[in-house]
């Protein structure tokens, strides 16, 4: 079966830095994304890795590596208003979208 | 950038009434869009996929008679919940792919979400 592992809630402070693990198991494998998600709003996107390596944007990173079947997100100088769920998702051979569990950032002052 | 809208953006209705929720691709054209439902604290959980001027395409446990979804245009579709339960009370999402700019990413854009609450 397609699976994909991220932990589900991680706390860190705010100014530091954070990185969110993403392992996954699919079948096929066209490229990798983050999303973040507040309460009660939609995702938003982060973040698109298909090939190996550290995609940077700002104060958020994203690394992918295929032949290990992992991600990380890396967040740094964290604001509070990071607080939030981080969604690791693949698409796989299909061009379907598998979606983590999410992983729960909480930041504290 | 590609923008998606839902309506309504939240909705209370009755147990065994039917609810249509809307969503428009507003400055793209949207040959796929997907309906997704969210309970509290839980991830994405994909219904169904929408193509455009053909059937839906149902995950596996959606019941299509219940979950209707009409993607009418390229720029329309909609998900009619039928025979409400309060079970049925969750957070809905629809996204749509922009393939239009020749983008490889498969990027989905999502709207804002509707929430549902079936008394």
């Known amino acids: 079966g397609q699976n994909i592992d991220q932990p589900t809630e991680m706390t860190a402070t705010e100014g530091a830095i954070v990185q969110i693990n993403c392992t996954y198991q699919t079948s096929g494998f066209n490229g990798l994304f983050w999303y973040q998600q507040h309460a009660g709003e939609a995702p938003t996107f982060l973040s698109y890795n298909v090939l190996d390596g550290l995609e940077e944007k700002g104060r958020f990173s994203s690394f992918l590596s295929r032949s290990k079947g992992y991600s990380y997100l890396l967040l740094k100088e964290l604001q509070m208003k990071d607080s939030a769920s981080y969604l690791c998702a693949v698409l796989d051979s299909n061009y379907q979208l598998i979606w983590g569990a999410g992983t729960k950032l909480i930041i504290k002052p | 950038g590609a923008v998606v809208s839902q309506h309504p953006s939240w909705v209370i209705c009755k147990s065994g009434t039917s609810v249509k929720i809307e969503c428009r691709s507003l400055?793209?054209?949207?040959?796929?869009m997907f309906w997704y439902r969210q309970f509290p604290k839980q991830s994405l959980m994909l219904m169904a996929t929408s193509n455009e001027g053909s059937k839906a395409t149902y995950e596996q446990g959606v019941e299509k008679d219940k979950f209707l979804i009409n993607h009418a245009s390229l720029t329309l579709s909609t998900l009619t919940v039928t025979s409400a339960h309060p079970e049925d009370s969750s957070f809905y999402i629809c996204s749509a792919r922009d393939l239009s700019s020749g983008s490889d990413i498969y990027e989905q854009y999502f709207g804002p979400g509707t929430r549902l609450t079936v008394t």
């Open positions: 400055d793209f054209q949207a040959t796929t």
